[in-house]
């Protein structure tokens, strides 16, 4: 079960939301699965083999889903964090076709971090992942993570690069954007779309696209820092 994410303008989101639009059917529910494919060179074997041991720094652990088990630690490398969890569909900013009210009954149409032209984020073309709000479980910001990030996401043999987009619940993990799905050949509807398990987030600390909304830059930079990491012994 998805949960709503939380952004810096929530307190205002239900005023701000707008009036549904109308949507062909096919849209409202989409069903189509994309075939995958990896950005850069880096492999998903690579990256997951510095993965092989979970040195938590999370204060507790998280639930992927509301009400289900809290199972999900924070891991931390020198240069890294991770965690392992589902994949839920965040259809939340600006509204399009596959992504607004009448699709996603949980649509708000704010995202905690905004584009360079103070829109909110498109979640249906840019790639983003959702983190946890700062808990006693765990402060993003004290571990370099924050708005604009850079993240490698991996599901089976694929890897997406994304950016930090969105901010949701204190104690729930495992959500990306609409296009993350994408990239990573998941079904991307809102509505029981995206992975179940075995999704694993990989963030680089203290890295930063600008602007946010820039995805080949941030594919760029991820290949670079992806590549450092899978070099460092």
Request: aromatic residues 6%; contains cysteine; hydrophobic residues 40%.
């Amino acid at each position: 079960m998805r949960v709503p994410a939380l952004t810096l303008a929530a307190a205002g989101a239900t005023l701000l939301a707008p009036a549904a639009l109308p949507v062909p059917a096919a849209a409202a529910h989409p069903r189509d699965r994309p075939a995958a494919r990896s950005e850069g060179g880096v492999a998903a074997a690579d990256l997951l083999a510095r993965l092989s041991d979970c040195q938590e720094i999370s204060h507790g652990r998280y639930s992927t889903d509301e009400g289900s088990p809290a199972n999900v630690p924070v891991c931390g490398t020198q240069d890294a964090v991770f965690w392992k969890a589902d994949l839920d569909i965040d259809c939340d900013g600006q509204p399009g076709a596959r992504c607004n009210p009448s699709t996603d009954p949980q649509f708000a149409p704010t995202t905690a971090y905004q584009q360079s032209d103070g829109r909110y984020l498109n979640a249906e073309t840019l790639p983003y992942i959702v983190v946890p709000a700062p808990s006693p479980i765990w402060n993003p910001e004290a571990d370099g993570v924050r708005g604009g990030s850079v993240a490698a996401v991996v599901y089976r043999d694929q890897v997406q690069y994304a950016v930090v987009g969105d901010t949701g619940p204190g104690d729930v993990i495992g959500e990306a954007s609409y296009a993350t799905a994408q990239g990573l050949g998941l079904r991307p509807d809102p509505n029981g779309g995206g992975a179940p398990s075995d999704v694993t987030y990989i963030v680089f600390k203290n890295s930063r696209v600008d602007p946010i909304e820039d995805h080949p830059a941030a594919v760029a930079e991820g290949e670079r820092l992806a590549r450092a990491f899978v070099a460092r012994q």
